[in-house]
């Protein structure tokens, strides 16, 4: 009995000195996990890093150097330094329970507090007063969120307190812990819910709101370079879309081409983009009004630039099906708006010249497409047999698509071409 109760005093003296550490330290923007047999190792280079640092700043007249600093006894548990938090996997479990006792614990106090509250003529002391529960509350539910992420009770919590103080302060705290939790978990589900939850509650009132919503787009595109194909993240940054002006939006466009072409397997950055230019088509009038430095106005260019940079990525990276996705909905928006007969005619006479002109033009081009794949040769860089099936895909999604089954010339002109490439990606060798 002794020894659980023992261990259960361990366990809470490690929650105080985590909470102490994230309460001393509000900048800490990344959190790990650390096997004990990695905490040698980086205990030493801090003695080597701090010896130096206190021979530059602690000489003292004399020229004896103050060793303070490695006096002081090694934290086997904990390990803090440039803003970054470690954790030794040693003591996870615990940890856990003890965050997760001291929090149900005051929660329910708090409830308790808040219920007695209403009633007239009860005084309550001051340790348990709504107030100081709630500091205890924020306190611990910070650190059991950073040991368990999806603890959706502590995320409520969390969302009650903050929006009874209706502080903007609190908000940006809020903003720093779930970006703390995506460091080690750039899928949580729920950290990101809460940053939509944050975001929502201050895009009234918030001045700089605009500069928020930028660093928001950043962090993903962040995250999404350490945490490949992350739906979650791509998703965050689709939905806060609905909170940019046309100018930003145009200024993502154009900033996520270049990310883009580096991760062409990656179709959730294509999918961004063409959320964006949904986005633009939806506010046709706003887009051609603005004339700001850097940004193309004109929609029918913005399309036919996607258009001929997709054209490039296709031809730079064979056989990658996220491009040949990407160019179906680009086609099917300049089909849709520019060349039939249901678009806005007011469009039809500006930039949709030259080979995207009308719909027999099109199609050519995109048929010329189809052709250039012949001349490649299938060998372990060049995915010939993939490049194939995709674009034959294409060439009859097309036809079904858009072509009437009245239109016997175009019909006769798709289907043996496309029909070569099927027979080439199902027979690559050519028997």
């Known amino acids: ?224 370079e350490r945490s490949k194909m992350n739906y979650r993240a791509w998703s965050h940054r689709c939905w806060l879309i609905s909170y940019m002006t046309i100018e930003q939006v145009l200024y993502e466009l154009k900033k996520s081409r270049s990310w883009a072409a580096l991760h062409v397997a990656d179709n959730c950055c294509f999918h961004y983009r063409r959320q964006l230019l949904l986005k633009i088509m939806e506010n046709r009038s706003c887009v051609e009004e603005i004339v700001s430095c850097g940004h193309n106005a004109d929609i029918v260019q913005v399309l036919k630039d996607e258009l001929d940079w997709n054209e490039t990525l296709i031809k730079r990276y064979v056989g990658r099906e996220s491009l040949w996705l990407h160019r179906r909905f680009l086609s099917t928006c300049w089909i849709n708006n520019f060349l039939l007969d249901s678009g806005d005619a007011s469009y039809h006479s500006k930039e949709a010249n030259g080979r995207y002109h009308d719909f027999g033009t099109f199609l050519q081009n995109e048929l010329c497409l189809l052709h250039s794949y012949s001349t490649f040769v299938d060998d372990d860089y060049v995915d010939v047999q993939a490049q194939a099936a995709y674009s034959a895909s294409y060439i009859l999604w097309l036809k079904v698509r858009f072509l009437p089954s009245e239109d016997v010339d175009r019909h006769n002109a798709v289907e043996p071409v496309a029909g070569f490439f099927e027979k080439k990606s199902e027979n690559p060798e050519g028997n």
């Open 1 to 224: 009995m002794s020894e659980e109760s023992d261990s259960k005093v361990e366990a809470m003296d490690l929650l105080h000195q985590l909470e102490d550490i994230l309460e001393s330290d509000a900048l800490i923007d990344e959190l790990g996990f650390i096997h004990p047999s990695q905490f040698a190792l980086l205990n030493e280079e801090s003695d080597i890093s701090s010896n130096l640092s206190d021979e530059a700043i602690h000489q003292s007249a004399d020229g004896v150097v103050s060793f303070e600093e490695s006096s002081k006894p090694k934290n086997l548990y904990f390990w803090n330094r440039d803003h970054k938090l470690g954790i030794s996997t040693h003591v996870l479990l615990q940890l856990y329970r003890a965050a997760k006792h001291a929090f149900m614990t005051t929660f329910k106090q708090y409830r308790m507090c808040d219920n007695q509250s209403d009633k007239v003529g009860i005084c309550l002391p001051a340790s348990f007063s709504c107030d100081h529960l709630e500091s205890i509350l924020l306190r611990h539910s910070k650190s059991l969120l950073l040991l368990s992420c999806d603890f959706l009770t502590a995320w409520n919590c969390r969302k009650l307190i903050v929006s009874k103080k209706k502080q903007l302060s609190m908000l940006v705290d809020e903003l720093l812990l779930s970006e703390l939790v995506l460091s080690y978990s750039p899928k949580s589900e729920q950290a990101w819910n809460h940053r939509r939850w944050v975001i929502k509650s201050i895009s009234a009132n918030c001045s700089n709101f605009k500069e928020i919503l930028g660093k928001e787009s950043e962090l993903v595109e962040k995250i999404a």
